[in-house]
């Protein structure tokens, strides 16, 4: 018995097949209507989400209000700011634990380079162009921030055009001018930008298919980059960029300043850090979904400061008491006015002229008890005081503090793993850029727990491989230290292998540093070490001369260790790639050895002089020309 599925589902399967393959990430065609409108439904439908914003700034910037009698004051406690600014310290710390699996059984090394690269670029993505700490409290704040991730292409400058006549002496300096200049500058910027200055795809909520950035620009500035444009001369227009996955458009002052081209960055450039703090509703309402961490507290917060500032009037009176005199008129208006209340005053006061102080109540206990159970609510719902380091009233130990420290912690797990995924995110949006806008090799200078490092990343060192993790955990210095300690004695032990645990404890080049342990032991060798000794008696007399007195060995015989080191030949050899006489080469077979041309020719050293000539006749060639890279004049990854 055959089972047909279109039978019982009443639904023609090629209509299904056609469903189930359509692309759920279609993407819109860019024109100025479509623009223009749905921008301006766009605003419509984020417009309760923007004021929102707009009250979490009030109160983190301690500009909001609430009633007071009209001889009383306004006390403005920075509950707010020290929330948002507690969060942030807990979703930035300063090293992140970067780890790209490997894309096969035997990429390893790619997987460790890349994890290495990435590393350095978001170091010097925060020496360049510091965003993390600003997204950070706009995701606090608002419950989402955006990062724009692009190529800064005014960063590096063209190469040199090819001499016409012949002589490339002066081309090949310049050349490695501007190679060296390149390798220090770094050409990737990422941008915040807030949420109130966009508006984006809610229906694709996980993976928005366009993005709408507006802000004002002068129009001069329009006009000298983009002089098409018909637009004022004059004053400031609105500027709108619209991002696709694979388009980008500019509009000023409803025109377009650049028409719909593509960006080749191959991937939106926008990274969307979401702590999934709102609630996902008919209709994806922006104000449901987005909600920052001060959302619905904010009656709370203009309680506690105005029970505060009731609690301070009462003592300021109490502090400052009034003075009432009583006595015959006349005499008494005058001792009112002589009277003073400086420390060491001394008052003369006429017989039947008395002054008494005003007698101030004592503030009630309920605003006390009040205060605290507002302080209560709000650290609840927000930052408890011990994630601020404030040891908690009952906290017998340092070891409870932290315990406590840990589980009010877990009230930052939603924008700790929020910051995760947008950090993942934009390391694949740099290797995107490196692999389809830059297209070739980038260098990155960095800082690690473990020291400074470099690395250089081709394309063909991604290929494709854009996945990544990142893990948010600051972790003492001590406690650094213990994990050293645990995975150092489990390795002597046997319970784990080398590689596993150098990773564990927090190593994370861990092929690269046991490579450099094998050559550490290949040069504590007694052979090895005898011929270096025997070089640096060749390089310095002083220590030829101290060999000699010892009577370790000639100065003739140091001459000769160091030419077998330099030439590989003698008694005593090392490997040297460099080096291609007949007396170092394996044994060939009569009919190679009757085909075989001699030679002379060394393989060319990375990094020297004649790889730099070579580089330059391959970009000068007439074959492919002078590659240039995208100047300001047009958007970066335009013009592939």
């Known amino acids: 018995m055959s089972y047909n599925a279109s039978s019982s589902t009443g639904v023609n399967p090629e209509e299904e097949i056609e469903r189930e393959s359509a692309n759920p990430l279609e ?49 403005r406690l920075g509950t707010a700011h020290s929330t948002i600014n507690t969060l942030v310290a807990h979703v930035t710390p300063q090293f992140l634990d970067i780890s790209v699996p490997p894309p096969g059984p035997k990429g390893q090394v790619r997987a460790e380079l890349l994890e290495k690269f990435l590393r350095g670029a978001n170091h010097m993505l925060e020496q ?19 990062e724009k991730t692009e190529f800064a292409a005014n960063r590096w400058e063209d190469f040199p055009e090819p001499p016409t006549d012949g002589d490339v002496t002066d081309y090949k300096e310049q050349l490695q001018d501007v190679l060296n200049r390149r390798n220090i500058n770094w050409p990737i910027t990422s941008t915040c930008i807030n949420p109130k200055m966009m508006v984006w795809d809610t229906n694709n909520i996980q993976n928005p298919r366009w993005v709408m950035h507006f802000y004002e620009i002068d129009a001069s500035w329009v006009r000298a980059h983009f002089p098409s444009w018909e637009g004022p001369v004059e004053g400031t227009v609105e500027f709108v960029e619209t991002w696709t996955h694979s388009q980008v458009c500019y509009m000023a002052d409803g025109k377009f300043a650049l028409e719909p081209k593509r960006h080749g960055y191959k991937t939106l450039p926008f990274t969307m850090y979401w702590p ?3 609630l996902m509703t008919d209709g994806n309402d922006p104000s449901s979904l987005y909600r920052g961490i001060l959302h619905g507290n904010f009656d709370m917060l203009r309680a506690e400061s105005r029970l505060a500032s009731q609690y301070l009037d009462i003592v ?89 420290a840990g589980i009010a912690a877990l009230n930052f797990g939603a924008y700790v793993e929020a910051a995760q995924r947008g950090l993942q995110d934009r390391n694949a949006i740099m290797l995107h850029i490196i692999e ?103 390089r310095v007399p002083l220590l030829q001369q101290l060999v000699q007195a010892t009577g370790m060995t000639s100065g003739q015989e ?19 790639a460099g080096n291609f006489s007949s007396g170092n080469q394996p044994a060939r077979s009569p009919a190679t050895e009757a085909a075989r041309v ?43």
Not at 570 to 575: C, E, I, R, S, Y
Not at 614 to 626: C, D
Request: proline content about 7%; overall charge negative.
């Open 276 to 278: 999934h703090t709102g």
């Open 27 to 75: 993407e819109p065609l860019l024109s100025i209507e479509w623009v223009q409108s749905t921008l301006d439904s766009g605003r419509k439908n984020f417009q309760t989400f923007y004021e929102n914003c707009n009250e979490a700034e009030d109160f983190y910037l301690s500009n909001f209000d609430f009633s007071v009698p009209e001889t009383g004051s306004q006390v």
């Open 558 to 576: 140091a001459e000769q260790i160091a030419q077998n080191i330099l030439n590989t030949q003698g008694d005593t050899q090392l490997p040297n």
């Open 436 to 538: 389809n806008v830059i297209q070739d090799k980038v260098t990155v200078f960095g800082k690690t727990e473990t020291g400074p490092m470099d690395a250089i990343v081709r394309p063909n060192d991604i290929r494709g491989h854009y996945v990544n993790m990142v893990q948010l955990s600051p972790t003492s210095p001590e406690e650094q230290e213990r994990k050293l300690n645990l995975y150092n004695s489990l390795w002597r032990t046997g319970f784990v292998d080398h590689d596993t645990a150098l990773r564990k404890a927090g190593v994370s080049n861990a092929l690269e540093v046991r490579s450099k342990l094998l050559a550490e032991n290949f040069l504590k060798g007694e052979q090895v070490q005898q011929v270096l000794q025997g070089e640096a008696a060749r």
């Open 316 to 404: 300021g009176n109490s502090a400052w008491p009034t003075r009432d005199f009583r006595g015959p008129p006349g005499i008494t208006e005058q001792v009112m006015e002589q009277y003073e209340e400086t420390p060491g005053a001394k008052n003369f006061l006429p017989q039947n002229v008395n002054v008494e102080r005003a007698i101030t109540p004592d503030p009630p206990s309920s605003i006390v008890i009040a205060q605290q159970m507002m302080q209560s609510a709000i650290e609840d719902n927000t930052a408890p005081a011990v994630s601020r380091g404030q040891r908690p009233t009952g906290a017998a130990s340092g070891y409870h503090t932290a315990v406590l």
């Open 128 to 146: 360049f162009s510091p965003t993390r700490r600003e997204t950070a409290k706009h995701m606090a704040l608002y419950g989402i921030s955006f």
């Open 598 to 640: 001699e030679t002379n020719t060394r393989p060319v050293v990375p990094g020297s002089l004649r790889e730099q000539e070579l580089v330059g006749r391959q970009i000068a060639s007439p074959r492919t020309g002078n590659r240039r890279v995208q100047g300001r004049d047009l958007p970066p990854g335009l013009g592939q």
